[in-house]
């Protein structure tokens, strides 16, 4: 097994800096997947910031391929990131997410219609729903729209390109908050609130203390 190359600790903290909303989300998910939780939605950070963050596609598209090699290697039981020291002895389908990645490159600029860049989306929205199966198992979280899937991958372009117009698109048609597992509902509650906050102002900023706890009790209750 490769070493990891440094600190998962860091990468954490960088993700705790983007999503400080999650300090108060945290409370609703149990203790025991706490860890968990972090791990692996400052992993769907490092992709989308990779994906669609920077003016310059360039660095993007390598670390693209990079976590594509890795994440074929946790398929294997081989790993380089920190955060794989959580994630990836667990049995999730990481050679399918790695295969998914794929998509991204293409999906940087929009699309003229946005039903397309959804279509795109579509096998590493799958991916991703097939992971959280495995990390956060619910048998009652079953059977999500698969435009309830694709929803947070584009809520989350639209909060690092600013895109106000796509904020109010995707406002209009958001997932029911009782769809997805519990730490699945919490993370769609707080991207809905950085996407009220762009559709508002044209700014993708944290939402407010009390806001995000309402919305995080709401998600956690939900089902």
């Avoid at 954490?12 to 300090?23: T, Y």
């Avoid at 795109?120 to 435009?147: K, V, W």
């Avoid at 997932?175 to 609130?193: Q, V």
């Amino acid at each position: 097994m490769t070493a990891v190359i440094d600190d998962g600790e860091d990468f954490l903290a960088k993700w705790r800096r983007r999503w400080p909303e999650w300090r108060i989300g945290m409370a609703f998910v149990a203790p025991s997947e706490q860890a968990r939780v972090e791990a692996w939605f400052a992993l769907l950070d490092e992709f989308t910031d990779a994906a669609w963050g920077g003016a310059d596609p360039t660095p993007g598209l390598a670390k693209l391929a990079w976590w594509q090699e890795e994440l074929q290697g946790w398929a294997r039981g081989a790993r380089r990131h920190p955060l794989a020291t959580t994630l990836q002895r667990l049995d999730a389908p990481w050679q399918t997410l790695a295969l998914a990645l794929r998509v991204l490159p293409a999906t940087r600029e929009a699309a003229s219609d946005p039903a397309d860049t959804a279509q795109q989306l579509r096998d590493l929205a799958r991916a991703i729903d097939a992971c959280e199966a495995r990390l956060f198992g619910d048998p009652a979280a079953t059977g999500a729209a698969e435009s309830a899937l694709v929803a947070p991958l584009l809520a989350a372009r639209a909060c690092l390109h600013g895109d106000r117009a796509e904020a109010q698109a995707l406002l209009a048609a958001w997932p029911a908050s009782g769809l997805g597992r519990r730490s699945r509902r919490i993370a769609n509650a707080i991207l809905a609130g950085r996407l009220r906050g762009l559709a508002r102002s044209g700014q993708a900023r944290p939402a407010r203390g009390p806001a995000t706890l309402w919305a995080s009790w709401r998600a956690a209750r939900a089902r």
